[in-house]
């Protein structure tokens, strides 16, 4: 199993842009999906998980800025920033809690190779 990230890059404080995570590979069932962020010099930490239900959970940094979606048919996840701040600079991770075609009981947890995020000051 494998998750791509896409979409990062350089913005202006208050522009947009929108992460994309594709996951493939031999997958059975996705159940959470999720975005994390490492700032430079600082742990990992979540910005907003998804659900297969589609329950949605966002960090209080970014509530009112920030929507996460998913597509199932396409494995994909979205994140989509609002209202860039210096502060949201890091580079961003996706995340998934997947089962597999040769262990569709369990879930095993991947990461994304990460996406930058470079908001000017």
């Known amino acids: 199993v494998q998750l791509v990230e896409s979409g990062g890059g350089l913005v202006q404080p208050g522009g947009s842009l929108r992460l994309s995570c594709a996951a493939s590979?031999?997958?059975?069932?996705?159940?959470?999906m999720g975005w994390y962020r490492q700032a430079p010099g600082k742990g990992r930490r979540l910005v907003a998980s998804?659900?297969?239900?589609?329950?949605?959970n966002y960090a209080d940094s970014v509530k009112g800025r920030c929507t996460i979606s998913r597509d199932n048919a396409k494995n994909t996840v979205y994140l989509q920033m609002n209202s860039l701040k210096p502060e949201d600079t890091a580079v961003y991770y996706c995340?998934?809690?997947?089962?597999?075609?040769?262990?569709?009981?369990?879930?095993?947890?991947?990461w994304g190779k990460g996406t930058p995020v470079t908001v000017l000051v």
């Open positions: 995340n998934a809690d997947i089962a597999t075609r040769s262990r569709p009981l369990f879930d095993d947890n991947y």
């Open positions: 590979g031999d997958i059975f069932r996705i159940d959470s």
């Open positions: 998804i659900f297969s239900d589609g329950a949605t």
